[in-house]
């Protein structure tokens, strides 16, 4: 029984810090000002351009259609999501 106690607190603190983790990856100055999963063109061209370098893009693409930002614009006002 002790064996499963200490792999499900083991578990806790490994998503724990996983989610703090993810957390300071998603957080930057420009989702702190309009909201958490706001892009833009520019982050969109170093992905791309990340991708490409490694291979993962087999090469370059016009990313002006890849991403819409209107969306985002419609569920965020002053970088505060606005839910029913």
């Known amino acids: 029984m002790r ?3 200490v792999l499900v607190c083991f578990g806790l ?3 724990a ?4 983790t993810e957390k300071e990856d998603a957080v930057s100055s420009l989702t702190e000002e309009n ?3 706001w892009m833009t063109g520019d982050e969109w061209r170093a992905l791309h351009d990340l991708l490409v370098e490694h291979g993962a893009l087999a090469k370059s693409i016009d990313i002006t259609g890849a991403y819409a930002d209107r969306f985002l614009k419609e569920i965020y006002i002053g970088g505060k999501l606005q839910w029913p």
């Open 3 to 5: 064996y499963w106690a």
């Open 13 to 15: 603190v490994t998503l």
């Open 17 to 20: 810090i996983n989610l703090l």
């Open 35 to 37: 909201g958490l999963g």
